[in-house]
């Protein structure tokens, strides 16, 4: 079993940056791809970026490309999502998902979710 607990998330104007967090416990953290997936009011939720379980292959959508970057510790169980020129479209629940597999931008394949954490963008 993995437990992951988002953080970092609050309100921003436009043009700024938040960098959010997701702690993992449990099973080995270095075996899994993480991902980090957002749900704006009244959307589906959507795939943001994934990282693959040694760090070296990243992956985005292409809305965030540029902006946003994609890091883990495994050291300290945690992955990272730096995100700088926010925009009002950015504003979103972020989720962070673990999967024992490839890295993937379905979260069907994902195995485990964090609870959210809410991201606002003001104009």
């Known amino acids: 079993q993995v437990q992951l607990v988002e953080s970092g998330g609050g309100l921003v104007q436009a043009g700024g940056s938040l960098r959010l967090s997701c702690a993992s416990s449990g099973r080995t953290f270095s075996s899994y791809v993480m991902g980090w997936f957002r749900q704006a009011p009244g959307k589906e939720r959507e795939f943001v970026a994934a990282i693959s379980w040694t760090g070296d292959k990243t992956f985005y959508t292409d809305s965030v490309k540029g902006r946003f970057t994609i890091s883990r510790d495994i050291a300290k169980n945690t992955v990272y999502l730096q995100m700088n020129s926010l925009k009002p479209e950015d504003t979103a629940v972020y989720y962070c998902?673990?999967?024992?597999?490839?890295?993937?931008?379905?979260?069907?394949?994902?195995?485990?979710w964090g609870q959210g954490t809410q991201v606002t963008v003001s104009s």
């Open positions: 998902a673990a999967r024992a597999g490839g890295p993937s931008y379905l979260q069907n394949y994902y195995d485990y």
